[in-house]
């Protein structure tokens, strides 16, 4: 790879890929609703939007790209305009991939989601699992790898399903659970917390996006860390490495799956259906294909990935709740409801 085109490359992981390609001494082209922060030699920022057309001609003109990255997509909790998530995570990667084709680019790279499904499993998930998602970001993500399999034909497209996306500088709705660590209080599971739910290390899934780059057909992974753990052992771990004086503690399941709903509904909570589905349900994916495939492992347990994120969000804290303008999973989420939770813990 030379030059490249990540779109999102603004964004909490878009930015991670991005640096680690710019470290690869590629040239890389961004494109993003938000502006970039970094500035580098080897790079081309393009404030703008994946639907805009004749911007994405202009971009695919002006370079001959051996690689694209399509890692921009809008979210649930980060909108109230369904229809803008559903145009931008539909019809932009639509965009995005009929300048690749037309321009000749010959592998292209899209991060998927584990939102795809919205109920909890007994087994790990393998990539010929019938999709089922259940609120818009997981149908948008699912119809965006249908789009992009109309153009298997003309160039390797590889789809990555990734479960949620850690590292340091990970916030989103996880800036929630940090507030409650960063201030020593009870911290909930639903249910016990006995439910196992796979995160993927940021640095590895891009290590697997650049391996995928060259990947010589098109293809589907799935991709997620080993040694999955309970999310209560999960949260005491970062608990006890914070050293806040937090605990973790549980709310009966069906009482507070309820109030989610209704919270939901009412308009009043940052979470949504997906995570009230999920919020008390194992999930895994099974990574043996691209383990064997792309030659690729895994390096960080979600306990370690969470720390990461929660140390970033301690040392951080106050520029953090300042910050506007940044992408969804590089701000904190508005707490909503759930601050009547945070009084009484």
Known sequence: ????????????????????????????????????????????SVQGD?????????????DRFDAVFHCAAILA?????????????????????????RTGVPNLVFTSSNC????????????DEPPAPIEIYGCSKWVGEKVLNEYGADMNVISIRCP???????????????????????????GGGQNRYQFIYAQDLADACIAAATHPRSNLFHIGSDGVKPMREIYQ??????GTGARVAALPKNATL???????????SPLGPYHYKMIAENFLFDTTKIKSQLHWRPTLTN???????????????????????????????????????????
């Open 1 to 44: 790879m030379k030059t490249v085109l990540v779109t999102g490359g603004s964004g909490f992981f878009g930015g991670i890929l991005k640096r680690r390609l710019l470290d690869a001494d590629c040239r890389v082209v961004n494109i993003d609703l938000q502006p970039d922060d970094l500035r580098h030699a080897a790079l081309t």
């Open 50 to 62: 994946i639907r805009d057309e004749a911007l994405m001609s202009r971009l695919y003109r002006e």
């Open 77 to 101: 909790h980060a909108v109230k305009d369904q229809n803008m998530l559903w145009t931008s995570n539909v019809d932009g990667t639509r965009v995005v991939a009929e300048g690749a084709r």
């Open 116 to 127: 795809l499904w919205g109920r909890g499993y007994d087994h790990a998930l393998a990539e």
């Open 164 to 190: 949620t996306i850690m590292d340091f500088g990970r916030l989103g709705l996880l800036s929630i659970l940090f507030e409650f660590i960063d201030e020593g209080r009870r911290v909930w599971t639903v």
């Open 237 to 242: 771990h970062v608990i006890e490495r914070a």
């Open 258 to 268: 309820l109030a989610m709903r209704i919270a939901h509904h009412l308009g009043i």
């Open 303 to 345: 306990e370690e990935m969470l720390y990461r994120a929660y140390l970033y969000y301690q040392q951080n804290r106050r520029e953090i709740e300042a910050r506007k303008d940044a992408s969804a999973h590089r701000q904190a989420a508005n707490m909503g409801v759930i601050r009547v939770l945070k009084w009484l813990s």
